[in-house]
């Protein structure tokens, strides 16, 4: 990798939380991924919803790590 590329990394790290997932999902736009995994439509409508609701702030991310602790715990 490139120390520009490295910098510029570095740099978007400092951003907050959600910059850098809008960030994100402009680059994963951008790899243009052939339809190998196709999505229906009713999916795609549930995942700007969601999208919607992180940018508008209306709902927060939980860790994976404390999802699957909260599990166990629940199950016992």
Same mark, same amino acid.
Do not use: H, N, Y
């Given at each position: 990798? !490139? +120390?520009?590329? /490295?910098?510029?990394?570095?740099? @978007? *790290?400092? *951003? +907050?939380?959600?910059?850098?997932?809008? *960030?994100? /999902?402009? *680059? &994963?736009?951008? &790899?243009?991924?052939? #339809?190998?995994?196709?999505? !229906? +439509? #009713?999916?795609?409508?549930?995942?700007?919803?969601?999208?919607?609701? &992180?940018?508008? =702030?209306? $709902? #927060? &991310?939980? +860790? =994976? #790590?404390? $999802?699957?602790? /909260? $599990?166990?715990?629940? @199950? =016992?």
């Amino acid at each position: 990798m !490139s +120390p520009q590329t /490295e910098k510029l990394a570095a740099d @978007l *790290l400092d *951003l +907050p939380k959600q910059d850098r997932a809008f *960030l994100a /999902e402009k *680059l &994963l736009k951008s &790899l243009d991924f052939d #339809e190998a995994f196709p999505i !229906s +439509p #009713e999916w795609r409508a549930e995942i700007a919803r969601r999208c919607r609701e &992180l940018d508008e =702030g209306r $709902v #927060e &991310l939980i +860790p =994976g #790590e404390q $999802v699957f602790d /909260e $599990v166990i715990k629940a @199950l =016992g």
